[in-house]
């Protein structure tokens, strides 16, 4: 059988003692951030080869030529420290357009991309140098990255929760109140890009100097405080 209290009864116990954790819990909320520096220890490399001709067939033979002398040619160099994958390949019309006329068909542009990973930092000037030698005529982008940046990132992790804590019980002390425990924490991460500097001519090789990568995180925690 149900009991029925009376509503004054009902009222009496959500007031009393036995109730406070549901309705009188106090918390805080703090942001911690840090930064941790990383020397990378991979690059990866997109190196295009672009080719023109009146028609596509042309366009694409001429392309898979070269393409296939800079494989060659950066095989040996890439060797065991590295991969090599082809990441995107077009065809597309030129087209010329006159002042007072429909477009003409002018030609086809055949480009195909390969990007280069290698472990071995010291060999980037070589594998651009051969590439273009080769018949490479496009750079596209030169990236560095860790290749296994998880460590790094879970120390920045750390490191952002401890400042948050602390900052939370900053906040705690300053409301003359203490932290007692973690009710809840988010943390997001991101490793920044690194700026590369080139250096090289058409009578010397090219030099790369690579950056250093900032992992930065962040982790808010809400925590519960008390008198």
Same mark, same amino acid.
Do not use: W
């Given at each position: 059988?149900?009991?029925?209290?009376? @509503?004054?009864?009902?009222? @009496?116990?959500?007031?009393?003692?036995? &109730?406070? !954790?549901? &309705?009188?819990?106090?918390? #805080? /909320? @703090?942001?911690?951030?840090?930064?941790?520096?990383?020397?990378?220890?991979?690059?990866?490399?997109?190196?295009?080869?672009?080719?023109?001709?009146?028609?596509?067939?042309?366009?694409?033979?001429?392309?898979?030529?070269?393409?296939?002398?800079?494989? @060659?040619?950066?095989?040996?160099?890439?060797? +065991?420290?590295?991969?090599?994958?082809?990441?995107?390949?077009?065809?597309?019309?030129?087209?010329?357009?006159?002042?007072?006329?429909?477009?003409?068909?002018?030609? &086809?542009?055949? /480009?195909?991309? #390969?990007?280069?990973? /290698?472990?071995?930092?010291?060999?980037?000037?070589?594998?651009?140098?051969?590439?273009?030698?080769?018949?490479?005529?496009?750079?596209?982008?030169?990236?560095?990255?860790?290749?296994?940046?998880?460590?790094?990132?879970?120390?920045?992790? !750390? $490191?952002?929760?401890?400042?948050? $804590?602390? $900052?939370?019980?900053?906040?705690?002390?300053?409301?003359?109140?203490? +932290?007692?425990?973690?009710?809840?924490?988010?943390?997001?991460?991101?490793?920044?890009?690194? #700026?590369?500097?080139?250096?090289?001519?058409?009578?010397?090789? /090219?030099?790369?100097?690579?950056?250093?990568?900032?992992?930065?995180?962040?982790?808010?925690?809400?925590?519960? #405080?008390? $008198?």
């Amino acid at each position: 059988m149900r009991a029925h209290f009376p @509503a004054g009864v009902v009222l @009496a116990l959500l007031a009393s003692p036995a &109730f406070p !954790q549901l &309705f009188l819990q106090q918390t #805080v /909320t @703090a942001t911690g951030s840090a930064t941790v520096a990383a020397t990378p220890n991979q690059a990866m490399i997109y190196i295009g080869v672009v080719t023109q001709a009146r028609t596509a067939q042309d366009a694409t033979s001429q392309n898979a030529s070269l393409v296939q002398a800079v494989l @060659a040619a950066l095989s040996p160099i890439v060797g +065991t420290n590295g991969t090599i994958q082809t990441v995107s390949y077009s065809v597309s019309p030129n087209y010329n357009y006159p002042q007072n006329g429909s477009p003409v068909l002018t030609g &086809f542009t055949v /480009t195909n991309t #390969v990007m280069v990973t /290698t472990n071995d930092l010291t060999s980037i000037g070589k594998i651009i140098d051969a590439a273009t030698a080769a018949g490479a005529n496009s750079i596209q982008s030169l990236q560095f990255g860790l290749q296994n940046q998880q460590p790094v990132v879970a120390q920045a992790l !750390q $490191q952002a929760a401890m400042s948050a $804590q602390s $900052q939370a019980g900053a906040i705690a002390t300053g409301l003359g109140l203490h +932290t007692t425990r973690v009710i809840s924490a988010q943390e997001g991460s991101s490793v920044q890009p690194i #700026v590369t500097q080139v250096a090289g001519t058409a009578n010397t090789s /090219t030099t790369i100097q690579p950056g250093t990568l900032q992992i930065q995180a962040s982790v808010t925690v809400v925590m519960e #405080v008390s $008198q």
